[in-house]
């Protein structure tokens, strides 16, 4: 069983502290065995979240405040426009932290292709990606930790936000890709509470039972 907690959508934006404690207090009451596998879906207000292996000439230059995290990774954007999901799931023996952000990665692409998306897995990248005309771009990002068996942070899906955050950085650490929107590639708006229901529902159907959400990819 999954249970879906939508946070916080626009205009209710999550600050990203307020996010990363209700990410903490999930995690625990999971660990504990006191509620089930939970995905948390909400929109933050713009802020950089800089991973464990973010390199100092790959933050913002000007200033700008970072949160530094304790999930794999490197430094990226968050903000309005952009669906950000926390599924906060125990992972069966033997772990495979890969096989959960593959895993991840496939149920975005499901989700995205209805919408004109024809998203696709990069091996030796996380992410999902797409071909453009003139580069290979990220529309949606992944950074995770596991801790006591337990999973914590996840996934950001590029909707209609702004892409202006990016360029003060290199995002994700990569200097030969960009980034892009599900809006810019489909040539529709799309805002993440267009798409929430149905990444809840994708999630819940692939992480349905405890088994499942830890098999091998």
Not at 67 to 79: A, C, F, M
Not at 93 to 115: F, G, K, N, S
Not at 194 to 202: E, G, H, K, Q, T
Request: hydrophobic letters at 40%; charged letters at 20%; glycine letters at 10%.
């Amino acid at each position: 069983m999954l249970d879906v907690v939508t946070a916080g959508l626009a205009p209710a934006y999550v600050p990203y502290t307020e996010g990363w404690d209700m990410q903490r207090r999930v995690h625990a009451d999971v660990v504990a065995g006191s509620r089930p596998d939970t995905l948390l879906l909400l929109e933050h207000e713009a802020v950089y979240t800089a991973g464990k292996r973010t390199e100092d000439h790959e933050r913002p230059q000007d200033g700008t405040p970072v949160i530094d995290v304790d999930r794999g990774g490197k430094i990226t954007w968050h903000g309005p426009g952009q669906l950000v999901g926390y599924p906060i799931v125990r992972l069966a023996e033997p772990m495979d932290v890969v096989a959960h952000v593959r895993r991840i990665e496939r149920v975005l692409i499901d989700v995205l292709r209805p919408l004109g998306v024809d998203g696709y897995q990069v091996d030796g990248r996380s992410g999902v990606w797409v071909r453009r005309p003139l580069s290979e771009d990220k529309i949606a990002a992944i950074g995770v930790r596991v801790q006591q068996g337990v999973t914590m942070h996840g996934f950001a899906i590029n909707c209609d936000n702004t892409l202006s955050g990016f360029r003060s950085i290199i995002p994700c650490g990569i200097t030969d890709a960009g980034v892009t929107t599900v809006s810019e590639v489909s040539g529709t708006d799309v805002s993440p509470a267009d798409i929430a229901d149905a990444v809840a529902s994708a999630f819940a159907a692939v992480y349905s039972t405890a088994d499942l959400a830890g098999a091998s990819a």
